[in-house]
Antibody
Framework: QVQLQESGPGLVKPSQTLSLTCTVS??????????WSWIRQHPGKGLEWIGYIYYSGSTYYNPSLKSRVTISVDTSKNQFSLKLSSVTAADTAVYYC?????????????WGQGTLVTVSS | DIQMTQSPSSLSASVGDRVTITCRASQSISSYLNWYQQKPGKAPKLLIYAASSLQSGVPSRFSGSGSGTDFTLTISSLQPEDFATYYC????????FGPGTKVDIK
């Protein structure tokens, strides 16, 4: 059973960089057939895709966040990470890491539990 | 850019009701449409992928249909555990979620 777990600071100061890591267990992040994604949800709002990375290292980002986002993968630790720079209060949200399958529909089949990140001084 | 809409944004229903939620894409996305259920404080759960394929372990009262721009999620007989928010998501061009449909108790 694949499990994903987000980790990182729950409080980030404005203008700083938000950094989160997702640790994957029960499967190898370097095996083909999947993409690894970050998604966030503002309090009481809908789901917003941030970006994803393939096992090959190719990345795709939401155009609205692209200038501030970096997603990377560390296959030796079976982890992938999110960095979001120059944060403001508008970046306060629950951040989810998730796995997508490269099959018809490319659905997201496994999600982390989510971690709340608050941007405040 | 592809835009996704869902209707209704919310609905009230009773246990046993048949519920239908519609999702529309601003351009054709073939069958690259997935449906998720989210309960408060929990991560979303995949229900339907590729427009009409039932995810393993999901009850058969959930079904999906459609292709191109218009899609439907149907719950044939609403159960107490189905009160939640439902999101469609296209993966034809990167990823984008619909705004969600909240299903609550009448």
């Amino acid at each position: 059973q694949v499990q994903l777990q987000e980790s990182g600071p729950g409080l980030v100061k404005p203008s700083q960089t938000l950094s989160l890591t997702c640790t994957v267990s029960g499967g190898s992040i370097s095996s083909g057939g999947y993409y690894w994604s970050w998604i966030r949800q503002h309090p009481g709002k809908g789901l917003e895709w941030i970006g994803y990375i393939y096992y090959s290292g190719s990345t795709y980002y939401n155009p609205s966040l692209k200038s501030r986002v970096t997603i990377s993968v560390d296959t030796s630790k079976n982890q992938f990470s999110l960095k979001l720079s120059s944060v403001t209060a508008a970046d306060t949200a629950v951040y989810y890491c998730a796995r997508g399958q490269l099959v018809t529909g490319e659905p997201i089949d496994y999600w982390g539990q989510g971690t709340l990140v608050t941007v405040s001084s | 850019d592809i835009q996704m809409t869902q209707s209704p944004s919310s609905l009230s229903a009773s246990v046993g009701d048949r519920v239908t939620i519609t999702c529309r894409a601003s351009q054709s996305i073939s069958s690259y449409l997935n449906w998720y259920q989210q309960k408060p404080g929990k991560a979303p759960k995949l229900l339907i992928y590729a427009a009409s394929s039932l995810q393993s372990g999901v009850p058969s009262r959930f079904s999906g249909s459609g292709s191109g721009t218009d899609f439907t999620l149907t719950i044939s007989s609403l159960q107490p555990e189905d009160f939640a928010t439902y999101y469609c998501q296209q993966s034809y061009s990167t990823l984008l979620f619909g705004p969600g449909t909240k299903v609550d108790i009448k």
